[in-house]
């Protein structure tokens, strides 16, 4: 009898970059769970089905702890799939795994701020002796409307939506996000840490509004821009928001 050897089929293996939430909890987590609560009982969904990154970087905590608070969020349908700064003494195969060298975004370059125009310290730096080009921020233009239900991600840049988006839909854009519509769903923009980030619509009735992070659900709004042409902005840690024209 003849035996063939074979050479197995190789397993195929390829790189993929996920736009993940990163959660960053804080001490009492009783309190933190409170307003996390909140803010999912005032925008259904917020959470389901989006890959969430759990951040403990500098959080004296024990192992039990924080077994507690996965377990906690889990039940909360916030599905952790990984954790971020935690020491090796506290994670186990009990727990996701760990996460390292998270960044915001691979091409994403935060704007440096001019000193003359805040009055910050001149530091020292290198002149190169021929300029630079500009590089042009990425953008994408969607011409259908969104949909309920639909999730619209770009963490390169900005999105343009010609059109409306409706409640229950979200876009998510590492850049401004222009709606010449309705937007009625979630507009989150700056998400790879663009606090510079803006977000413009044509007529606001949105159930949540976010520019880095920092965030207004439909009760937080002032109910005066209700249902005109707004521009959203952040300065420190508030978000801004005035009537356009």
């Not at 090796?88 to 704007?111: K, N």
């Not at 530091?123 to 994408?140: C, F, G, N, R, Y």
């Not at 239900?149 to 590492?174: M, Y």
Request: proline share 7%; aromatic share 6%; with cysteine.
């Amino acid at each position: 009898m003849n035996h063939v050897l074979t050479q197995p089929r190789p397993i195929r293996l390829k790189g993929r970059s996920f736009l993940a939430l990163a959660l960053t909890p804080e001490l009492p987590f009783e309190d933190w769970l409170a307003r996390l609560d909140d803010l999912a009982a005032r925008s259904a969904g917020f959470f389901l089905r989006r890959p969430v990154v759990l951040d403990v970087d500098g959080l004296d905590i024990d192992r039990s702890e924080l077994r507690a608070l996965v377990n906690q969020l889990g039940a909360r349908n916030v599905r952790i799939m990984g954790i971020e700064g935690a020491r090796p003494s506290l994670l186990g195969s009990d727990l996701p795994p760990a996460m390292t060298d998270g960044r915001p975004a691979s091409d994403f370059e935060a704007p440096v701020a001019d000193d003359e125009d805040n009055g910050s310290a001149t530091t020292e730096s290198t002149v190169p002796s021929d300029p630079l080009p500009v590089k042009a921020t990425p953008s994408i233009i969607v011409t259908q409307p969104v949909r309920s239900g639909q999730s619209l991600f770009f963490p390169e840049g900005d999105i343009t939506v010609v059109g409306s988006v409706a409640s229950g839909a979200e876009v998510v854009a590492g850049g401004s996000i222009h709606i010449y519509g309705t937007l009625r769903g979630r507009a989150m923009a700056g998400t790879t840490g663009n606090a510079m980030a803006r977000i413009f619509c044509r007529k606001l009735e949105a159930e949540l509004i976010a520019i880095d992070g920092f965030y207004k659900t439909a009760e937080d709004m002032e109910p005066n821009l209700r249902g005109k042409a707004v521009q959203i902005w952040l300065e420190g840690e508030a978000i801004k928001a005035e009537t356009l024209g």
